[in-house]
């Protein structure tokens, strides 16, 4: 009897195993688990991620699409504007984003914006961004004559929900400008650190520590019993000992670039460009007149007015190729090559090129 009772729980235990083998085989054909055959498995994991990337490519490119037809239609209304070169820009920065997967945040102090002329505008330091705040200022009515860099405060939407609904929105004129990373780098550094003649939040917050890198010897104690501060600063915090371009860059190739000062941060981690459809890209260091009107044209402005008087001009004067060039004269390629490797992205997107700043640096003997 013991032997049947045993048999008979064998049989059991045998009729459920195989019966939970069953159910795991089935489940596992539904979901596609690993033990199914390798080329099947590769076909579905490449099938997925071609779906992934296709999806977002068309989402992408519907957008770029309407704003070229935008243009498009600008163009045939007599616009001064070269419809092919712009269209490219906007392709390009779309293709880039592509490429790279990027999602870029939206920033609310980041953009200005004005209901009356439904326009959107993201400020970049250094590229015309006194000048466009005192126009998105004016257009606001608040005669403001300095400390333009507050009027961010009083002039970006409402709310991250109140951007996020215009960055998509194609009633709304949205205006990009750039200008080469180069240059910008060099009037940051002109403006922000070189010029001693005022304080500047920059020189007093960064001179410290591009000091510390490549003069340590200010940092030791000295005979007067003088304090760091007094070695390097004036009374009124003025520069005394103003460091080099090329000291600051040494200091600036160290720094991890998600902490970068917005006067030298890149150009796609500060206005969204994967998650904004903007309408027009105006590049500062080629721009034309026809280009100017055409952007006051989309602001709803009068272009008989003079609304743009110094563009481009700083106290520093202006940081053209030539500029730029002179400052570059002190670097080596591999510096250079390592600036482009933390502005490639900035590169890409906007077609800028390397090769007459490479030629700018010294070679070595």
Same mark, same amino acid.
């Not at 729980?9 to 019966?19: H, I």
């Not at 935008?70 to 592509?98: H, P, W, Y």
């Not at 591999?334 to 997107?349: I, K, S, T």
């Given at each position: 009897?013991?032997v ?18 069953l159910?795991?085989?089935n489940?596992? !054909?539904n979901f596609n688990?690993?033990?199914e055959?390798? +080329?099947?498995?590769?076909?579905i ?11 977002l490519d068309?989402?992408i490119?519907?957008n770029?699409?309407?704003e070229?037809?935008?243009l ?6 007599g =616009?001064a ?10 392709k390009q ?12 945040? %939206?920033v609310? !102090?980041?953009?200005?914006?004005n ?5 959107l505008?993201c400020w970049?330091?250094?590229?015309a961004?006194?000048?466009f ?11 403001v004559?300095h400390?333009f860099?507050? =009027?961010?405060?009083?002039l970006?939407p409402?709310s ?5 609904y ?5 009633t709304v004129?949205?205006?990009l ?18 010029d ?5 939040a ?7 520590q591009i000091?510390? %890198?490549? !003069?340590?010897e ?6 007067t019993?003088g304090s760091?501060?007094?070695?390097i600063f004036?009374?009124?915090?003025? %520069?005394?000992?103003?460091p080099s371009?090329?000291?600051?860059? =040494? @200091?600036?190739? !160290? ?7 917005d006067? @030298? +941060?890149?150009y796609y981690t500060?206005?969204?460009?994967c998650? /904004?459809?903007?309408?027009f890209?105006l590049?500062?260091?080629?721009? /034309? ?5 055409y ?10 007015k003079?609304?743009?008087?110094? %563009?481009q ?5 202006? /940081?053209d190729?030539?500029v730029t060039?002179k400052y ?7 510096m250079?090559?390592?600036?482009y490797?933390?502005?490639?992205v900035d590169?890409e997107?906007?077609?800028y090129?390397?090769d007459?700043?490479l ?5 070595? /003997?």
């Amino acid at each position: 009897m013991s032997v049947k009772v045993q048999f008979l729980k064998c049989g059991l235990c045998a009729t459920f195993y195989l019966v939970v083998c069953l159910i795991l085989i089935n489940v596992k !054909r539904n979901f596609n688990l690993e033990e199914e055959p390798i +080329g099947n498995l590769t076909a579905i994991k490449y099938e997925v991620q071609t779906l992934g990337l296709s999806t977002l490519d068309r989402i992408i490119k519907k957008n770029v699409e309407s704003e070229v037809e935008m243009l498009r239609i600008d163009e045939l209304k007599g =616009e001064a504007i070269d419809f092919q070169e712009s269209a490219t820009l906007l392709k390009q920065v779309s293709n880039v984003c592509a490429k790279y997967k990027l999602r870029t945040p %939206l920033v609310k !102090r980041h953009f200005l914006y004005n209901t009356k002329h439904k326009s959107l505008y993201c400020w970049i330091r250094k590229v015309a961004s006194t000048s466009f705040t005192k126009l998105f200022s004016d257009m606001s009515n608040r005669r403001v004559s300095h400390n333009f860099y507050k =009027e961010v405060d009083f002039l970006s939407p409402k709310s991250l929900t109140d951007l996020q609904y215009l960055v998509s929105n194609n009633t709304v004129f949205k205006l990009l400008i750039v200008r080469h990373p180069f240059q910008r780098l060099v009037s940051s550094y002109r403006d922000r650190i070189e010029d001693n003649s005022r304080y500047t939040a920059q020189s007093w917050l960064y001179a410290r520590q591009i000091l510390y %890198l490549s !003069r340590p010897e200010l940092f030791r104690p000295n005979a007067t019993g003088g304090s760091v501060l007094q070695s390097i600063f004036l009374t009124n915090r003025r %520069l005394k000992v103003v460091p080099s371009f090329r000291e600051f860059l =040494e @200091w600036l190739l !160290r720094q991890p670039t998600d902490h970068d000062d917005d006067h @030298w +941060g890149q150009y796609y981690t500060h206005c969204g460009v994967c998650d /904004t459809s903007y309408n027009f890209i105006l590049k500062l260091d080629q721009y /034309t007149f026809g280009e100017i009107n055409y952007v006051l044209s989309k602001l709803k402005l009068d272009k008989s007015k003079i609304y743009l008087p110094k %563009l481009q001009r700083t106290r520093t004067g202006i /940081t053209d190729f030539d500029v730029t060039c002179k400052y570059f004269h002190d670097l080596t390629p591999d510096m250079v090559l390592r600036l482009y490797e933390r502005y490639q992205v900035d590169f890409e997107m906007y077609d800028y090129k390397i090769d007459k700043y490479l030629s700018c640096a010294k070679r070595k /003997t």
